[in-house]
């Protein structure tokens, strides 16, 4: 688990394409040296010379050939993100002048960083815990204001914190119940059976409280990943479109446009939906690249946490209609009932057999669309949520937060039938691991390589 302190980590740090800035980072004990021999300050001073936490305007040069004008930020340990000299150059965004950045780096010495690999070493040399990392991916990938507060207080170390009290008081019964095991029999103390059993209920009571934010929480990270399904032109893109605020579909009035599978995401009210725009399923299509469209939204369907069935409101219900339904059952499914500004000749929509909500819209004319927003929050979110408050989100952390309630739950039962202090004992350490590896003080090396995988390498 320990660092080769002679290695120096680089990588490009900032998405590759055409922008304003692009970072080349370095992290390790050679990180100053690597630059001094690539970067050659404006100032009069060397790079060895200048000062930490400063931004320098300079030059990277290759030999005596000018590769880009840059900015130069140094961090030297301990008071960097990974706790190790920490170099920034702030080229411009093109791809070549990265790349050639970066080549020239490990060219002197430094080698390609792994995923994650700076957060990593952020991590093992004591700067952040385990659960504070992985809140830096989350942040990384938050997709709304809501998910992004949720990972911001888990950077600050809320879940740590909580986690640690909760510790605290386990390990406080453990040396009680210890110090029991270790007297004579002729020298052992009465137990209080009755007051461990309270201890154990003060430490489980917070744990639940936090597990009890678990499904709400993965929704604001991870979102809801919602098919809009239907026939052919019944306004599925135009739906798509209103939605997304923008043209991502092309709409005509000509049947099976959508022939391919469109995605976007968009934030409703903190919870970000993951919107599939599909084929139209019609029963019968002579059209080779239609078929294998109509395949594609059958799997998606499968895949998806909602369905927004649409159906033309200014229409009978036709056989699709039926033969879509049938594929609904069972799943979470609202019905959009488009083309509302037209006369409505829908019918019983009773007759579809589906246990739905049903929303009335006119995507052509913006009508209906905020109804249907919050029909769909209110579908996974129960209840006023206060979004200040903190929400796990990561299913590793509720593993283990329900297997330290089972065993605390497994000691709690000991106490009251009076089993030896050694199961009760067992058990509240079999807590108290689970509880370490949250934060990282019971790692191994496939728990770290899996969650730091999910980084992007310049992290």
Same mark, same amino acid.
């Given at each position: 688990m320990k660092i080769n302190s002679d290695d120096t980590i680089a990588a490009i740090s900032t998405l590759i394409g055409e922008s304003g800035i692009g970072i080349v980072r370095l992290s390790g004990k050679n990180s100053i040296k690597i630059v001094s021999k690539i970067f050659r300050p404006n100032s009069q001073k060397t790079v060895n010379t200048l000062a930490t936490h400063t931004v320098n305007l300079g030059k990277i040069l290759d030999k005596k050939k000018f590769i880009?004008?840059?900015?130069?930020?140094?961090?030297k340990a301990p008071k960097s993100y990974t706790r190790e000299d920490v170099?920034?150059?702030?080229?411009?965004?093109g791809i070549a002048a990265l790349k050639k950045t970066l080549e020239l780096c490990l060219k002197h010495g430094a080698r390609i960083a792994e995923p994650g690999e700076f957060t990593k070493r952020a991590y093992l040399n004591g700067r952040?815990?385990?659960?504070?990392?992985?809140?830096?991916? @989350?942040?990384? +990938?938050?997709?709304? @204001?809501?998910?992004?507060?949720?990972?911001?207080?888990?950077?600050?170390?809320?879940?740590?914190?909580i986690i640690n009290e909760q510790k605290s008081k386990i390990v406080d019964m453990l040396a009680t119940i210890e110090v029991s095991i270790d007297y004579s029999e002729d020298e052992i103390p009465q137990r209080d059976d009755t007051g461990t059993v309270k201890k154990i209920n003060d430490a489980e009571k917070p744990l639940k409280k936090?597990?009890?934010?678990?499904?709400?929480? #993965?929704?604001f990270q991870e979102g809801v990943r919602t098919?809009?399904?239907?026939?052919?032109?019944?306004? +599925?893109?135009?739906?798509?479109?209103?939605?997304?605020?923008?043209? +991502?579909?092309?709409?005509?009035?000509?049947?099976?446009?959508? #022939? @391919?599978?469109i995605e976007e995401t968009i934030n409703v009210f903190g919870i970000p939906l993951i919107l599939t725009d599909t084929a139209g399923i019609r029963g019968h299509s002579q059209n080779i690249v239609e078929k294998k469209g109509i395949e594609k939204t059958k799997k998606i369907l499968n895949n998806a946490d909602l369905i927004l069935f649409v159906l033309d409101s200014s229409n009978k219900f036709s056989p699709e209609d039926f033969h879509i339904a049938e594929m609904l059952v069972s799943k979470k499914v609202i019905l959009v009932l488009n083309k509302s500004d037209l006369p409505s000749k829908i019918g019983n929509i009773l007759e579809? +057999?589906?246990?739905a909500s049903v929303v009335k819209v006119s995507a052509i004319r913006n009508e209906g669309i905020e109804k249907l927003k919050r029909v769909i929050y209110n579908l996974f979110i129960k209840g006023n949520i206060n979004t200040s408050e903190f929400f796990i989100t990561n299913t590793r952390h509720k593993t283990l937060i329900e297997n330290a309630i089972n065993a605390l739950e497994k000691a709690k039962n000991s106490c009251i039938s009076g089993a030896s202090e050694?199961?009760?004992?067992? @058990?509240? #350490?079999?807590?108290?691991?689970?509880?370490?590896?949250?934060?990282?003080?019971?790692?191994?090396?496939e728990i770290l390589n899996r969650i730091f995988s999910n980084f992007c390498v310049g992290k």
């Amino acid at each position: 688990m320990k660092i080769n302190s002679d290695d120096t980590i680089a990588a490009i740090s900032t998405l590759i394409g055409e922008s304003g800035i692009g970072i080349v980072r370095l992290s390790g004990k050679n990180s100053i040296k690597i630059v001094s021999k690539i970067f050659r300050p404006n100032s009069q001073k060397t790079v060895n010379t200048l000062a930490t936490h400063t931004v320098n305007l300079g030059k990277i040069l290759d030999k005596k050939k000018f590769i880009d004008e840059v900015l130069l930020t140094v961090m030297k340990a301990p008071k960097s993100y990974t706790r190790e000299d920490v170099v920034e150059i702030s080229c411009h965004g093109g791809i070549a002048a990265l790349k050639k950045t970066l080549e020239l780096c490990l060219k002197h010495g430094a080698r390609i960083a792994e995923p994650g690999e700076f957060t990593k070493r952020a991590y093992l040399n004591g700067r952040i815990d385990l659960s504070q990392a992985e809140a830096v991916c @989350d942040i990384i +990938k938050a997709k709304t @204001d809501v998910a992004l507060s949720c990972a911001v207080n888990q950077l600050h170390g809320t879940l740590t914190d909580i986690i640690n009290e909760q510790k605290s008081k386990i390990v406080d019964m453990l040396a009680t119940i210890e110090v029991s095991i270790d007297y004579s029999e002729d020298e052992i103390p009465q137990r209080d059976d009755t007051g461990t059993v309270k201890k154990i209920n003060d430490a489980e009571k917070p744990l639940k409280k936090i597990l009890s934010t678990f499904q709400t929480g #993965r929704i604001f990270q991870e979102g809801v990943r919602t098919a809009i399904i239907g026939k052919p032109n019944v306004g +599925k893109s135009s739906l798509l479109n209103v939605l997304a605020g923008q043209e +991502k579909a092309i709409v005509t009035e000509v049947p099976g446009t959508t #022939r @391919d599978i469109i995605e976007e995401t968009i934030n409703v009210f903190g919870i970000p939906l993951i919107l599939t725009d599909t084929a139209g399923i019609r029963g019968h299509s002579q059209n080779i690249v239609e078929k294998k469209g109509i395949e594609k939204t059958k799997k998606i369907l499968n895949n998806a946490d909602l369905i927004l069935f649409v159906l033309d409101s200014s229409n009978k219900f036709s056989p699709e209609d039926f033969h879509i339904a049938e594929m609904l059952v069972s799943k979470k499914v609202i019905l959009v009932l488009n083309k509302s500004d037209l006369p409505s000749k829908i019918g019983n929509i009773l007759e579809l +057999k589906l246990d739905a909500s049903v929303v009335k819209v006119s995507a052509i004319r913006n009508e209906g669309i905020e109804k249907l927003k919050r029909v769909i929050y209110n579908l996974f979110i129960k209840g006023n949520i206060n979004t200040s408050e903190f929400f796990i989100t990561n299913t590793r952390h509720k593993t283990l937060i329900e297997n330290a309630i089972n065993a605390l739950e497994k000691a709690k039962n000991s106490c009251i039938s009076g089993a030896s202090e050694e199961f009760i004992a067992l @058990d509240l #350490r079999a807590a108290l691991n689970c509880l370490g590896e949250i934060t990282g003080e019971v790692p191994t090396e496939e728990i770290l390589n899996r969650i730091f995988s999910n980084f992007c390498v310049g992290k």
